[in-house]
Every structure is written in structure tokens, then in C-alpha cells.
């Protein structure tokens, strides 16, 4: 037997309709226990039937859940009015940039109010086949709206919410046109052709003034047996997550099934805590039951082990008051006639329909309560948090703003200062730089001349050394031969020499020049690492390329590959270094010696001088004197072979080519020096411009934070 505590049952005399012989027997002498937990009846205005008392309470409790939605909507409209004035500060304080927080902040608030525009109470209907789920639907909106019957008969699901409109329309998966409602039976029926897939969801469209629950934003979502189909987790993803309240529909001539137990097992490790009624529907067939209370706290006492036991979603008190023993066909059958205005709408329905009747309307006033709570609780209670969060957040970033604005006032101002000061550093010592780094190059210049004059000039000096390295085998029937060779080694030696010694000392002195420059304007300009490394390859080393040319240098050389006694007049005014005289000796002694004949000039010339000197210095003096100068002679002569001839040729080639590299080293060393400073210059400008830039952008940036100050 039932212990629930239901408000005092009043006379039934408003249950009656014109004349009480419509009542069955039963229903004049009301069963005591069922007096305990039912209301007062009366006639719902707009005659719908037996109902409960009505509060008198102007928020019902479905009329809270349109409240809460039309205050919390509000709301969600002022927050997004005050978002959109933020977005137009942000827009003004960021000179037209857009606050992508701001901008977040009002799509998560559309979004939001998208939701509340389609938020509904939903309450999902389960059970297993044929158990009466549409049927209890049709009760609830006083219409056959579902199809219903023997077996299995709803093939997907179907979701019935409100509609202003006149007539009901449907929409089927995919599609926005609209359906007669008549079409339900067809779409929604397993045994027509032309059914949808179970795990479809139909969306069907009632008119709100038909069925007041509708106009309260309540949605009813019937669904295929839970026996029929065993991917139950693509039902419970699909159509379950934001159900407000499930209605488990058994068959009261039965217990609980694995099936239905199962179901909700799956239900309760997706959901937390859901909220689960159990109608015990086709409770008529127990009208002459002989253990009628027996059968009744038999299926309580099972209904309620499992929601507190087994499901563990609610303690025993409540869970008392979530258990129904109906007849959803009596009830639908009933208000239709209501509507029809039939004089004894309760002609041929079983005994104990009174009974039955009033614990339906119990079970809607109990769903009612429990899913307006539910809905604000799960749906509002959600959408406030995140109000207050975009609330809070919108505060956070108008703070932050607040506080940007007055840093970077006080910012702007040092900046300024520093800017200025700046821009006088640049003006002062860049001038400064500029004049040194122009000393620089200058002073560089004439030491890379100096030094390379220094160092060409040893090499010079070892023009005899190298000449004589030369090993070639020297034949006066091929002299131009030999001295084409040579002065193809001379090239080769002593370019190679120049530029060895000219590119190692040169390189280090350009090197050490640029990166002098480059330092003097990086304190000034604050170059990154990758401005140093391109100023750094801006320009390159000259090259010192020194091409000797020794065949045309010596066009004009002409070897003298005659006798030289080393004692005679011209070798000794030569090595005197007296020009004159030897020019008049040579003279002199030229024209003498034609007038002699070739083969006795010696002899003459030496008895001459012993004729001469014999006048003034005793015999005994000078036959050995000239004997000894007479064997020198002959010894000198003698030993005037190929090989002297080499010498002398050599020594002749190093005296002319001497003189003429000099000259061709001056020219090389003024060409390199000039080339030297253009590129030194070239870099010098390059970083003069770019402090001139680093100039303007202090210009500019002064200008900018001045208006920005005003």
C-alpha cells in the first residue's frame, strides 16, 4: 500500500458530469488510502476535464520556468548593450582597432541567448515496446497526436514542442517544409513504408492553445522501445544529455524489465542524478484484481529499490513521489470526450477510473514541480554562471583598459624625454662620429700606403736574390729564348711574393677599419645582429692584384755581353761613380781603339803604359806591376765563359727591372689606396644615412606622442 501524503481529497460531486449515472459504482464509495493522496478535483477552465486543485500561486511552477527564462534573457540583452558600448570604447581608445576579448565576449553572449531563444523543458519518454510511451503523450496534450497501438509502433523519435500557429505541422531530419500532422502516423509508424531510422529525430509542432504544458515551453520527446534497438549510448548522445526529466513507462502488468533497468544504467553513468519518473501505465487491467494493494506496493516497493538502490538518483521520500499507477488510455480517452462535449465521457471505462485519473493528474502536477525546477536548475543556473563570468570578465578588461590608458599616459610622458633626449645624442655625436670616422679613413689610407711601400720595397730588394734562383740553361745562340723564360719567372716569383704579403696585412688592416666605423655609429644607433653582419659584408677588400709584366717592362732592356776588364779605366770610374769622367774615358778610349788594329791593340796599349809610367818609376816597379795587372787581365778574360756572360745578364736584367718596378709599384699602391678609401666612404654614408633615419623616426615619434599627450 502506498504511504505518500498527498493533500486531503475533497467530494467528488465536480467529478461528476450531468448526472451521476455516468459513474461507475466504485466510484461513489472512494477507497480510504487513495483519499490520503489525492486533491480536490475540479474542472479545468476550458474544459478539459478532471484535473487537481489549481494553485492560486500566479508562478505556477511552469509559469517560473518563463519567467526565469524572460528575466535571465533580459538580462543576457543587457549584457550584450553593454558589450557592445565596450567594443565602441576599446574601438576609441585603440584608435579603431577591435578588442578581440570584447569581440569573444559578445559571440559567447549571442550564443548564449541563441540558446535561451530555443531552450525548452524537455521530458523524454522511455520504455519498451507497446508499454503505452505515446499514449501517456497523447494524454498529456488531450490528442491523438502520436501514433499508438498493439506492438511496435513508434519507430523514431519525436519531439512535440509549442507553436502559435492554428493547425500542428511536422518537420521531418534535413527538410524545412512542412508536413500535415496527419503525416506523424505515417512517418513516425514502424509499419509504414516509408518510416524514418529509429535514432531520427521528427520535430512535431502543436498548437500551444490546445495544450497549455506546450505553452510553457515544455517539449515531449517520444522515442522508439528501448528493447528494439541496442545502441542505446547514440540515443542517450543524441536526445538525452539535455533532458530535464525521464518518464520510464512500464507495464503495470509486469515488473521492471532487464531492459528498461539497462537503459537507465546508461542513462545515470551519462547524466548525474537524473530525474526519473515511473508510470506503472495499463494499471486499468488490475480493476478486479482480488490483491489489488498487494500487486500496488509490490510494484512501488520494486519501482522504488531501483531508483534508491540500484540507480542510487534519489533518496526514498522522494522517490515515493515519482511512482504512478495510471491508465494513459483512459485519461486520453476521457478528455477527448471532454472535448467533444460527449454526455458521459466515462461510459465504458473500467472500474477505478477515478482513481487512476486523479493519480495522473497527481503525476503532472509532480512532473511539473519537479521539471521547472530541474530546468532552471540545469539550464539557467548555467547560463547565470556564465552571465556572471562574462560580467566579470568584461569588468577585468575594462579595469585593465583603464589602468593602460593611465600607464601609457605616464608612459607617453617618460618617453617623450627620453625621446628628445635622444634626438640630441643623435644631432651632437653623430656630428662627432662622422668627423672621426673621416679622420679614420684618412690616417688608414696613408698607413696602408706606407706599409705597403715598406713591404714591396724588401721585396725589391730581394729582386737579385730571386733572379739568381733562376737555373736555366743559358746559350747565346738562343739568348731571346732564355730571356722570355726569365722574365716569365720573374713574373711569376714576384707576384706572387706582392700579393702573399700585400693580401695578409691588407686584409687585417681593411677588417679592423670597418668594424672601427661600424662600432662608432653602434653606440649611437643600437644595431641589431643582423644589421651589424650586412654592414659588415656592405663592402668588400680592394683587391691588390700586382701584375709585374717583366716583357714589357724590359722592351727596352739591352744586355752587354762584351769583356769588362775590372781593372780597366771604365770599370774604375764606374765604380768611382764619377759619370763624367767615365762618359769622357769611354769616349776617348773608343775612338782610340778604332784607330788601333784589332789584334795588336792590347799590346800597344799596355808597352805604352809601361813606356809611360817607365819615365817616372824604376823598371824593377813596374814590369811585375804589369805583370800582375797583365795576369789579372788574362785570368778575367779567360774566365769569361757562358756562365759569367749569365751573371752579367742577370745583373743587368735586375739593375733596369729595379727601376721599373718602382715606378709600376707606386702607380699599383695609388690605385689601391684610392680604391681603399672610396669603399670606406661608400660604408661611412651607408651608417651616416642611417643615423639620418634614426633621426626622422625620433622626429616623427616626438611628434607622435606629443599629439597623443594633448
Not at 643600437?526 to 716583357?551: D, M, N, W
Not at 774615358?585 to 788601333?596: F, H
Request: some cysteine; glycine content about 6%.
Amino acid at each position: 500500500m502506498s504511504s505518500r501524503t498527498l493533500p486531503r481529497q475533497t467530494s467528488l460531486t465536480s467529478l461528476e458530469s450531468p448526472g451521476r449515472s455516468g459513474w461507475n459504482s466504485d466510484m461513489d464509495t472512494p477507497t480510504p488510502k487513495l483519499n490520503r493522496s489525492l486533491t480536490m478535483a475540479e474542472r479545468r477552465p476550458g474544459g478539459t476535464g478532471l484535473v487537481g486543485r489549481r494553485t492560486r500561486d500566479p508562478l505556477s511552477p511552469l509559469k517560473r520556468f518563463t519567467r526565469a527564462k524572460e528575466s535571465i534573457s533580459k538580462a543576457f540583452g543587457l549584457i550584450r548593450e553593454r558589450l557592445t558600448e565596450s567594443q565602441v570604447f576599446f574601438q576609441l581608445a585603440r584608435e579603431g582597432a577591435e578588442s578581440r576579448p570584447v569581440a569573444a565576449l559578445l559571440e559567447r553572449t549571442q550564443g548564449i541567448q541563441d540558446i535561451l531563444s530555443r531552450d525548452h523543458m524537455k521530458v523524454a519518454f522511455f520504455g519498451r515496446t507497446s508499454n503505452g510511451k505515446s499514449s501517456v503523450i497523447n494524454a498529456l496534450l488531450q490528442s491523438q497526436v502520436l501514433p499508438a497501438g498493439i506492438g511496435h509502433t513508434t519507430n523514431c523519435f519525436c519531439s512535440v514542442v509549442g507553436s502559435e500557429a492554428d493547425d500542428g505541422f511536422v518537420l521531418t531530419p534535413g527538410s524545412n517544409e512542412r508536413l500535415n500532422v496527419k503525416n506523424v502516423k505515417q512517418l513516425a509508424h514502424s509499419l509504414h513504408k516509408k518510416h524514418l531510422e529509429p535514432s531520427s529525430l521528427m520535430k512535431i509542432f502543436w498548437p500551444k492553445a490546445k495544450c497549455p504544458l506546450l505553452g510553457d515551453d515544455v517539449e515531449f520527446v517520444d522515442s522508439p522501445g528501448i528493447d528494439m534497438n541496442p545502441n542505446m549510448d547514440e540515443w542517450i548522445n543524441k536526445h538525452c544529455l539535455d533532458a530535464d526529466v525521464f518518464v520510464l513507462v512500464s507495464n503495470a502488468e509486469s515488473t521492471l524489465m532487464i531492459a528498461e533497468k539497462n537503459f537507465f544504467h546508461r542513462v545515470s553513468e551519462h547524466l548525474s542524478k537524473p530525474n526519473i519518473f515511473i508510470l506503472n501505465n495499463r494499471w486499468d487491467a488490475s480493476a478486479n484484481e482480488e490483491f489489488l494493494d498487494e500487486v500496488r506496493e509490490q510494484h512501488l516497493d520494486c519501482d522504488i529499490h531501483f531508483l534508491t538502490k540500484e540507480l542510487k538518483v534519489t533518496d526514498e521520500a522522494t522517490a515515493r513521489n515519482r511512482v504512478f499507477f495510471v491508465s494513459a488510455k483512459e485519461v486520453l480517452q476521457y478528455r477527448m470526450r471532454k472535448q467533444q462535449n460527449v454526455p458521459n465521457p466515462t461510459e465504458g471505462l473500467a472500474d477505478g477510473f477515478k482513481r487512476r485519473f486523479l493519480e495522473f493528474e497527481q503525476f503532472e502536477r509532480q512532473f511539473k514541480e519537479c521539471i521547472s525546477s530541474s530546468a532552471i536548475s540545469t539550464k539557467f543556473e548555467h547560463h547565470h554562471r556564465q552571465g556572471a563570468t562574462v560580467v566579470a570578465e568584461l569588468e577585468e578588461l575594462l579595469q585593465q583598459e583603464s589602468k593602460n590608458i593611465q600607464d601609457n599616459s605616464e608612459l607617453g610622458s617618460q618617453q617623450l624625454q627620453v625621446s628628445w633626449q635622444r634626438q640630441q645624442t643623435l644631432h651632437s655625436d653623430g656630428e662627432r662620429v662622422a668627423q672621426t670616422c673621416q679622420h679614420t679613413i684618412t690616417s688608414t689610407a696613408q698607413a696602408v700606403e706606407q706599409k705597403i711601400f715598406v713591404a714591396m720595397k724588401d721585396i725589391v730588394s730581394q729582386l737579385t736574390a730571386i733572379t739568381d734562383s733562376y737555373d736555366h740553361q743559358f746559350d747565346l745562340a738562343h739568348l731571346e729564348g732564355y730571356k722570355q723564360d726569365l722574365f716569365q719567372f720573374m713574373d711569376d716569383s714576384l707576384s706572387q711574393e706582392l700579393n702573399r704579403v700585400s693580401t695578409t696585412m691588407l686584409g687585417r688592416i681593411h677588417q679592423d677599419t670597418q668594424k672601427s666605423l661600424i662600432d662608432s655609429y653602434q653606440q649611437l644607433l643600437q644595431l641589431s645582429e643582423k644589421e651589424l653582419t650586412r654592414y659588415s659584408q656592405l663592402v668588400r677588400q680592394p683587391e691588390l692584384s700586382f701584375v709585374l709584366r717583366c716583357a714589357d717592362l724590359c722592351e727596352d732592356f739591352q744586355e752587354d755581353l762584351h769583356f769588362h776588364f775590372s781593372l780597366g779605366l771604365s770599370s774604375v770610374l764606374r765604380f768611382l761613380n764619377v759619370d763624367s769622367l767615365l762618359g769622357a774615358a769611354q769616349g776617348q778610349a773608343s775612338r782610340l781603339w778604332s784607330l788601333l788594329p784589332g789584334d795588336y791593340a792590347l799590346p800597344i796599349v799596355l808597352l805604352g803604359a809601361g813606356a809611360l809610367f817607365s819615365r817616372f818609376l824604376n823598371w824593377r816597379y813596374i814590369v811585375p806591376s804589369l805583370a800582375l795587372y797583365g795576369g789579372i787581365y788574362s785570368y778575367e778574360w779567360l774566365t769569361w765563359t757562358d756562365r759569367s756572360k749569365e751573371t752579367a745578364l742577370k745583373r743587368q736584367f735586375v739593375q733596369h727591372l729595379r727601376a721599373k718596378v718602382q715606378y709600376q709599384i707606386r702607380a699599383t699602391v695609388t690605385s689601391y689606396t684610392t680604391q681603399l678609401t672610396s669603399n670606406l666612404t661608400l660604408l661611412q654614408h651607408q651608417l651616416q644615412g642611417a643615423l639620418g633615419a634614426a633621426q626622422e623616426r625620433e622626429t616623427g615619434k616626438i611628434a607622435e606622442l606629443t599629439e597623443q599627450q594633448t
